[in-house]
């Protein structure tokens, strides 16, 4: 098993920014990715972003592309999400998310920490 737990979100204005923790713990040694996702009210979840934990290969939602960077410290088992130029649109619940292959469903899960910009 594996516990996810995020921190680091907030209220901040249009235009600005916030950096989103995970922090990973339990079966660490088995995580092959590790994924950040959304979901705003009345929407269904979507990804985010994404990175393979031994590479740093990143991918990334196409709205958030150039404002978000995911990143992680490896020996503190932590993935980030670092969110510049934040719209009001990106006002959603993030959650972090760990998968042990490549063709694995993301399995574990994390509380989800809420995120609001303001107009």
């Known amino acids: 098993q594996v516990q996810l737990v995020e921190s680091g979100g907030g209220l901040v204005q249009a235009g600005g920014s916030l950096r989103l923790s995970c922090v990973a713990s339990?079966?660490?040694?088995?995580?092959?990715?590790m994924g950040w996702f959304r979901q705003a009210p009345g929407k269904e979840r979507e990804f985010v972003a994404s990175i393979i934990w031994s590479s740093s290969i990143s991918t990334y939602l196409d709205s958030v592309k150039g404002r978000f960077t995911i990143s992680r410290d490896y020996a503190k088992n932590t993935v980030f999400l670092q969110m510049n130029s934040l719209k009001p649109e990106d006002t959603a619940i993030y959650y972090c998310?760990?998968?042990?292959?490549?063709?694995?469903?993301?399995?574990?899960w994390g509380q989800g920490t809420q995120v609001t910009v303001s107009s």
């Open positions: 998310a760990a998968k042990d292959s490549v063709a694995a469903l993301y399995k574990y």
């Open positions: 339990g079966r660490t040694f088995g995580i092959y990715a």
